[in-house]
């Protein structure tokens, strides 16, 4: 069966950065697209960032274009978010998503000095 697992979330201060891992099993990775989607706290749950199945093309949200990458290590069957320059605003759990609807459990991501 499809699983997702998060890991790398924590507390950061401003002007910081994390790298959140999201490993993949129970299906051809390489195969699919790759998206994280975050949600804060009263919010609705927002999509981050896509990675194609080959990593050559990728889309980011406007609130995180040119601070945050996505990629992916089809070898290891995992796929990355490098967060830089963080803000208190980027403070959400971090979710890993395959369509149609496979989910991680998330990872939390705490911005605050």
């Known amino acids: 069966q499809v699983q997702l697992v998060e890991s790398g979330g924590g507390l950061v201060q401003p002007g910081g950065s994390l790298r959140l891992s999201c490993a993949a099993s129970?299906?051809?990775?390489?195969?699919?697209?790759m998206n994280w989607y975050r949600q804060a706290p009263a919010k609705k749950r927002e999509l981050v960032a896509q990675i194609s199945g080959t990593g050559g093309s990728t889309n980011y949200a406007d609130s995180v274009k040119g601070r945050f990458i996505i990629s992916r290590d089809n070898a290891k069957n995992t796929v990355y978010l490098q967060m830089n320059t963080l803000k208190p605003g980027d403070t959400a759990v971090y979710y890993c998503?395959?369509?149609?609807?496979?989910w991680g459990q998330g990872t939390q991501v705490t911005v605050s000095s």
């Open positions: 998503q395959r369509a149609p609807a496979y």
């Open positions: 129970g299906f051809t990775f390489s195969s699919y697209a």
